[in-house]
């Protein structure tokens, strides 16, 4: 798969796609990706990017011209892109349905917002959608760009090496995951739960499942409408639920969430 990132800081998305999982993908050929400085597709003296807005205000706005250039020259020189992915605050969020949808497509272009924002004519003629990876405030989009490239590539054939691993983040239905353990089975006199070091398979995946019910129910309980639970669960949620003082809920819902201590108690 190729990936063609423009970024006013080429060394910065460098760095983050050097380690690790997609950094080896990249040595073995299996992903093409080519970082792009935007002040190259500028044609001034001093490669300008940016320019104050019309109409006023606080802040820098990114130039039409050298995205618009930046976007041609790839085409040209690797080929149509199926998706130019603008990153962006005022983006639609990140998903893994996103992540899945995009694993399909041979070609991506991503570009990197920096400063207030950019000219509204790059949204419109060359992005073909607009993403944020969440509701909280960075310098640009050169992290989101990282976020994006690596949660898309792990879902590229041969890129994770344990494709286990990635069937199991798959097959977990949108339910948080259960907790792990490893040796040793008593540390500091805190105990990994029995049934775990038991031997007993059947009796490990209906102890872990619950767990990931739980978990769920407890930090994301919007995510139990989707992750298709059965009656079985249902009842254990419904449990939970009724095991939990109203007021605890209450405060839940008003977006206080839980203390850890109130994540811990289950009892
Ligand atoms: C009040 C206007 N600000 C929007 C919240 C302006 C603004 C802030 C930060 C414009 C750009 C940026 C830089 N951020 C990104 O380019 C960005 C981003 C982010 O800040 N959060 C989550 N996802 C993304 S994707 C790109």
């Known amino acids: 798969m190729r990936f063609d990132i423009v970024t006013i800081f080429p060394e910065m998305v460098e760095s983050g796609l050097a380690a690790g999982v997609v950094g080896r993908a990249r040595q073995s050929g299996l992903l093409d990706i080519v970082v792009h400085n935007l ?10 990017v940016d320019d104050v807005p019309f109409g006023g205000g606080p802040g820098m706005v990114l130039k039409p011209e050298p995205l618009f250039a930046a976007a041609e020259a790839i085409a040209e020189r690797r080929g149509p892109a199926d998706a130019v992915l603008l990153m962006s605050p005022a983006g639609k969020p990140f998903t893994q349905a996103d992540a899945k949808r995009l694993s399909y497509l041979e070609h991506l272009v991503v570009l990197c917002g920096r400063y207030e ?5 790059v949204r419109e003629h060359v992005a073909t959608e607009e993403i944020s990876i969440g509701d909280y405030v960075l310098s640009g989009g050169e992290m989101p760009a990282l976020v994006v490239v690596d949660a898309v590539s792990r879902l590229v054939p041969g890129v994770v090496g344990d494709a286990q691993s990635v069937e199991a983040d798959s097959f977990t239905r949108g339910l948080l995951d259960h907790p792990h353990y490893t040796r040793p089975a008593e540390f500091r006199g805190h105990r990994v739960p029995d049934v775990l070091v038991s031997g007993h398979h059947g009796e490990i995946r209906k102890w872990r499942q619950r767990e990931a019910v739980r978990r769920t129910a407890q930090r994301r309980p919007e995510l139990l409408a989707g992750a298709g639970l059965d009656a079985d669960e249902h009842a254990f949620v419904r449990e939970l639920r009724d095991s939990v003082p109203a007021c605890a809920q209450a405060k839940a819902s008003a977006g206080e969430g839980c203390s850890p201590a109130r994540i811990k108690g289950s009892e």
């Open 117 to 121: 924002g950019i000219d509204e004519r």
């Open 39 to 48: 002040r190259d597709f500028t044609t001034d003296r001093h490669r300008v």
